[in-house]
Structures are given as C-alpha cells and as structure tokens.
T-cell receptor, first 117, second 112 residues
Framework: GAVVSQHPSRVICKSGTSVKIECRSLDFQATTMFWYRQFPKQSLMLMATSNEGSKATYEQGVEKDKFLINHASLTLSTLTVTSAHPEDSSFYIC?????????????FGPGTRLTVT | SQQGEEDPQALSIQEGENATMNCSYKTSINNLQWYRQNSGRGLVHLILIRSNEREKHSGRLRVTLDTSKKSSSLLITASRAADTASYFCATADSGSARQLTFGSGTQLTVLP
C-alpha cells in the first residue's frame, strides 16, 4: 500500500512552453501533497505544500505564478511549469501523507525528469 | 531552507562492512526520518524515530537520536551492494509536523 505515481517520468520541452506533471496517490487518500525539486547530486528542496480544495502554500523564493499547483481531489495534485526556461530543468518529486495511517511518513513518487531546451 | 547536514557526503565500503551516516539539525523536532534514494528515482522511507525515542531498529538498520546534540545516526550492518544509494535524513519540526526538511544526503557505495 501507500503507492504514489507520477506522470510523466521524463519530459523534454522547448523554452516558453508549459509542462504539467501529475502526482497520484493510488491506494490512499491524501489531503496534503508536497512538491520538491532536486538538482543533480543535491538534496530535495520543498517547493510547495498542496492542500486538497485550497490554494497551495509556496516556500520562500518559489514563484507561484510560474509553478502552478492544483489539488483537485484527494488523490491527484498537478504541478504546471509555465513558460519553462532551461534553468527550470530539474528532477521534480511529489510526496503524499496517508491520512488513514495517521503517521508522519511521506510516500514519494518516482519523480519526473524535466529538460527544457 | 535545508537545515540538515549529513556527513560524510560520500562513503565507500566493502560488502559486509557496516556503514554509519550522521545527520545534524538545528530546530526542535517532532520526529526524524531516514530515506533512501536510488539514482534518478524517488525516495523510499526507511525508518522514523520520534523525538522522545533514542534508538530504533528495523532489520539491518539502526537509528539513534540525540536531541541534546540535535543529531542522528543511521547504521547499516552487513552492507550489500544493493545498499548503494543516497541516504537522506529529514526532520519534521515541532511546530509544523507535516513538512519535512531534508539533509544534504550521503552517497553510499558498497563495493562487491
């Protein structure tokens, strides 16, 4: 149990275009999902906390108009990178907490590798 | 911001040896967790230790927590080549237990 999927796993896009990444909790409900960004050989940086039915909470320095987050249901959150630039190229990972388990563990998706050319 | 510092940044050992990784943090925490990440993949939760616990075991993993020193260690005993991965500690603050702050990570290489 507690499986989180991400789609797509890899995406290449041109500068100026937008890319949507989906994060789904497959076998549990998640009122809260988290979006992270990871550069090569570095740690995870929390970008935003996504709450079902409300606006996301962004970390300092993260542009909310550039990284649009929608958490429309208890099993799906999406991250849209708008007007992508090469510096947005990174590994994006989502995670979710399992309400039913009531614990503090986060379950991570496999990540999405974004390359902007 | 990243509050966790891990050392060493990289560790290379022979199969069968034990591997110890350390993590230090700065704030008051609710719990500390260790995660593993294989190259280019997502994170896998390994173990969680609460602020009122000092030691926890799970299979070949042993985690200690010293809240007075704001530090934790992860010991992997009898390492295997398949243990090769990056290991991250992550803290859940007392005030905001939902969010995790990740350490810088240790890259472990276990040589066959």
């Amino acid at each position: 149990g507690a499986v989180v999927s991400q789609h797509p796993s890899r995406v290449i896009c041109k500068s100026g275009t937008s890319v949507k990444i989906e994060c789904r909790s497959l076998d549990f409900q998640a009122t809260t999902m988290f979006w992270y960004r990871q550069f090569p050989k570095q740690s995870l940086m929390l970008m935003a906390t996504s709450n079902e039915g409300s606006k996301a909470t962004y970390e300092q320095g993260v542009e909310k108009d550039k990284f649009l987050i929608n958490h429309a249901s208890l099993t799906l959150s999406t991250l849209t990178v708008t007007s992508a630039h090469p510096e947005d190229s990174s590994f994006y990972i989502c995670s979710a907490r399992d309400l039913g388990r009531g614990g503090y563990e986060q379950y991570f998706g496999p990540g999405t590798r974004l390359t902007v050319t | 911001s990243q509050q966790g510092e891990e050392d060493p940044q990289a560790l290379s050992i022979q199969e069968g040896e034990n591997a110890t990784m350390n993590c230090s943090y700065k704030t008051s925490i609710n719990n500390l967790q260790w995660y593993r990440q294989n190259s280019g993949r997502g994170l896998v939760h390994l173990i969680l230790i609460r602020s009122n616990e000092r030691e926890k075991h799970s299979g070949r993993l042993r985690v200690t927590l010293d809240t007075s020193k704001k530090s934790s260690s992860l010991l992997i005993t009898a390492s295997r080549a398949a243990d090769t991965a990056s290991y991250f500690c992550a803290t859940a603050d007392s005030g905001s237990a939902r969010q995790l702050t990740f350490g810088s990570g240790t890259q472990l290489t276990v040589l066959p």
